[in-house]
């Protein structure tokens, strides 16, 4: 009887979040998958075709976007290593006592809606805003000059969005070093620098990898800061497929276009873990 | 390297015998930590010399600053009053990385994302040693502590003593001049415990350099060590040779620390000639060498140890120390029977009876018995 019972009770606790993942997940994919092989139009409605075609002409018609995207997720994804790591390491190792107290101000203004903050990013921005006004006032910029509708823009908007998805697993991987092997290494002849590059730095690609994964894909098929913060120019493929589905209501196109970024993003996470997810990565950064 | 000959002078002289420079020095050194806006007085003013080549130990109980002498050393942390000298220099503005001597940590601070390999290579590569030689110095070492097929495992791939034997491996390789052992068995089991202790003396008199080991195990430092430092709330007790700390405890406190002893207080009575008698009770009487500073009417604290007093039923013959008690416990110890007992005025005292003749026990709870133990084992506390 007790047997019976332990062997059940794994599945007793992965039910709920099963259930809840098959009804809101697994069906909505599948919808999503049997919408992208439909032919059609909106007038006459989608019948399932085994139309594949979707996807080919969603390549075509789109693969600037597409290429677009993924560079502005890399480069956002890059910004916000550059940005975030000194902000963890500073909170991780001289915070002191107060280290809470300053993750918390960083998770502060993400406490304010997504796009609400975007759209204060645009009110900054903006081309006569408080920020470039005065500049060009005194004359330190040219009347012409502009952020807003710039790939800077949008690529800068993404990485403020997602910096705390950044920062909080490198933290926690800094966080975690023992302050004596630190000692271990200024012991045994190293300098602050190489402390850093030898020690530090390999114990935090753990936490530098998750923050990659969990930032570059949100960043990658994000909408809302290249339409915020955009122009035509900066149309990243999140427009496109939210523009199909809500405004011309093609919907296999946008369900294709959906898929294929699934599909290049699945197989680009994969790359990325095999070549950096091990921990030989972090035997030939020891050397 | 020089042969260590501590002599009975050394327990009180903090410069070592011979008349060569120092391998460690602290000279007066004082160490204060502010916590919590509160001052923390972890050293209070510490002097030793630890000759080249010495096994030095630094013994006490929980926080009374070990360690804290020990990254003084080492370099962690800045003295807030006196001068640390290694061979003679003042090393006191010197980081950790510019010194010569390495540390073994307790928790020993092994790169956790480093094999056995690169742990040990580690400071020979920050010293820009040519590959050939870091390959021979470290496939030399890794036979010493005998890690040899382990070159690939992490440490969390291996058991403690393991590591410890990489920590020390990565420290040795070096050739530091002098090695700090910040209670480097601690988190092993007795037996891996006494089978390091020999290890260690082993590498110690194989490689010659200098060790300074911290622990609050006094048996453990009693076996292994030169000489040993007993410090206790941030002030050194007692530096001498291990056999001086034991037989002449130079205070109650190194007396009740190192080994069981027994403490006394007596009147003394009459000083015949190099004796002094103290009276305790009507019948008892104790005997105690007298140098000469002892004269009647004074009271005096001194220690027997359990292992020099006889226990008997009936009362000695001779000019020997004479108390008598009751048994309060026995405890059969297997190579040795231990007895507690009370005497007239309440004082406990511990006896060890050797187990050496046949296994019957001398008296029985609750027993009247007689204890002496001969004048010279009596040792009058400062
Ligand atoms: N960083 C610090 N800040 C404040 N107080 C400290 C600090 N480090 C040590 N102390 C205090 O200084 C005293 C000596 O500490 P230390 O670590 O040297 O003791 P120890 O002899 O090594 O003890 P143990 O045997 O427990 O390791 C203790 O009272 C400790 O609380
Ligand atoms: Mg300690």
Redesign the pocket.
């Known amino acids: 009887m007790s047997r019976l019972r332990a062997a059940l009770t794994p599945y007793a606790l992965i039910f709920p979040g099963g259930l809840w993942l098959a009804i809101f997940f697994v069906v909505p994919m599948i919808v999503m998958l049997s919408l992208s092989l439909q032919s059609g139009s909106v007038e006459d409605g989608y019948a399932f075709t085994f139309n594949w075609h979707s996807y080919a002409d969603g390549l075509a018609n789109y693969h600037d976007q597409i290429i677009r995207s993924l560079l502005y997720g890399l480069a956002s994804t890059v910004l916000q290593i550059v940005i975030g790591f000194p902000v963890a390491y500073w909170i991780a190792f001289k915070g002191g006592r107060h280290k809470s107290v300053y993750l918390f101000l960083l998770l502060l203004p993400f406490l304010v809606s997504f796009v609400l903050r975007t759209i204060s990013w645009q009110f900054l921005l903006s081309d006569n805003g408080i920020l470039l006004g005065p500049l060009k006032d005194i004359g330190l910029l040219p009347e012409g000059f502009r952020v807003l509708a710039t790939p800077f823009a949008v690529i800068g908007g993404l990485a403020y969005n997602f910096l705390p998805f950044m920062v909080l697993p490198m933290y926690v991987a800094l966080e975690r070093i023992d302050p004596r092997v630190l000692e271990a290494a200024q012991d045994l002849y190293a300098s602050r620098f190489q402390t850093f590059l030898r020690v530090v730095l390999p114990l935090s690609l753990p936490g530098v990898f998750a923050g990659v994964l969990m930032t570059f894909v949100p960043a990658t098929s994000d909408y809302v800061n290249a339409s915020v913060l955009g122009g035509t120019n900066t149309t990243m493929i999140g427009n496109v497929i939210q523009n199909q589905y809500l405004v011309t209501q093609d919907y296999p196109t946008a369900s294709a276009l959906s898929f294929t970024l699934m599909a290049l993003l699945l197989v680009g996470i994969f790359a990325y873990a095999r070549a950096l997810g091990t921990d030989d990565v972090l035997e030939v950064a020891a050397r | 390297m020089t042969e260590i000959q501590a002599g009975p002078g050394a327990a009180v002289a903090a410069a070592p015998v011979s008349g060569d420079v120092p391998a460690i020095e602290l000279d007066n050194v004082v160490?204060e930590?502010?916590?919590h806006g509160e001052v923390?007085?972890?050293?209070k003013g510490v002097s030793l010399a630890i000759a080249e080549g010495e096994f030095f130990s630094?013994l006490?109980?929980?926080?009374?600053?070990?360690?804290?002498?020990?990254?003084m050393i080492a370099g962690f942390e800045d003295p807030t009053q006196g001068v640390v000298r290694l061979h003679g220099e003042d090393v006191t503005n010197v980081p950790p990385n510019k010194r010569d001597i390495n540390m073994v940590f307790?928790s020993y601070a092994l790169f956790p994302h480093m094999n056995v390999w690169d742990n040990v290579a580690f400071g020979l590569r920050r010293k820009k040693v040519p590959d050939a030689e870091i390959k021979r110095r470290v496939g030399e070492i890794l036979e010493v502590v005998d890690l040899v097929g382990r070159e690939k495992r992490r440490p969390k791939e291996m058991s403690g003593g393991q590591q410890q034997r990489v920590a020390l491996a990565r420290a040795l390789v070096n050739r530091p001049r002098a090695l700090l052992l910040?209670?480097p068995l601690g988190a092993l089991d007795l037996k891996l415990r006494q089978a390091m202790q020999i290890e260690l003396k082993r590498i110690q008199r194989e490689v010659g350099i200098t060790f300074v080991y911290?622990t609050?195990d006094q048996s453990e430092a009693l076996t292994m060590s030169d000489r040993i430092a007993v410090?206790n709330d941030?002030l050194v007790e007692q530096l001498a040779e291990p056999r001086e700390i034991y037989e002449r405890p130079a205070s109650k406190f190194v007396a009740g620390f190192i080994g069981t002893s027994n403490l006394l207080s007596g009147t003394v009575q009459q000083v015949s000639g190099a004796t002094a008698v103290l009276a305790l009770g009507q019948s008892d009487r104790i005997l105690i060498p007298s140098d000469g500073t002892l004269s009647a009417g004074q009271t005096v604290d001194l220690t027997v140890r359990p292992e020099k007093i006889k226990i008997a039923k009936d009362r000695p013959e001779g000019d020997l120390s004479v108390v008598r008690g009751t048994v309060a416990e026995v405890v059969y110890l297997g190579t040795s029977n231990s007895y507690v007992v009370v005497l007239g005025d309440g004082a406990e005292i511990t006896v060890f009876e050797q187990n050496a003749h046949d296994s019957t026990i001398t008296a029985e709870r609750g027993d009247s018995v007689w204890l002496s133990w001969q004048p010279w084992h009596s040792y009058a506390l400062r």
Do not use: F, I, W
Not at chain 2, 40 to 43: E, N, Q, S, T
């Open positions: 160490k930590y502010v916590s923390v007085r972890a050293v630094l006490g109980p929980s926080g009374c600053g070990k360690t804290t002498n020990m990254r307790q910040d209670e911290v609050h410090m941030g």
